[in-house]
């Protein structure tokens, strides 16, 4: 879903060595239901690897006063099953709510023509309010 799409905002973490983690907030219409609603999109998430695993919590807590400040009713990401475990520590304090079984689609599953296509529509999706 983030395909061509350029970040309204980046927040960057840097720390003594350089660049530490980075995330991209995205202001988009989603359908919920019958209804189109603008949201805050979060992703792309990195972290430098000699960090992985000390928390994504930390990177959300930064952007929370940013989605506050932009009035969207919600802001959401998408992540692999893989990450469930990883995700739902994040969430155990009320930061999040984790839901499965919604069917996400991609615009335009076929960016790049000369790759398959990376469309992930069961994906679970990170509710932040």
Not at 37 to 59: C, F, K, T
Not at 106 to 115: F, I, M, Y
């Amino acid at each position: 879903s983030w395909a061509g799409a350029r970040p309204e905002l980046r927040a960057i973490g840097y720390d003594s060595n350089g660049i530490a983690a980075h995330m991209g907030l995205l202001r988009r219409f989603i359908k919920v239901g019958e209804v189109d609603l603008l949201v805050a999109e979060l992703g792309l998430y990195g972290v430098r690897p000699d960090l992985e695993g000390l928390g994504i919590a930390h990177s959300i807590r930064v952007m929370i006063p940013v989605l506050q400040e932009l009035g969207v009713p919600f802001a959401f990401g998408t992540v692999r099953h893989a990450l469930r475990n990883h995700v739902e520590r994040f969430g155990r304090h009320g930061l999040a709510t984790i839901v499965s079984g919604v069917r996400v689609r991609s615009t335009l599953p076929q960016v790049h023509l000369d790759l398959p296509p990376t469309r992930m529509e069961d994906a679970l999706v990170v509710v932040l309010p």
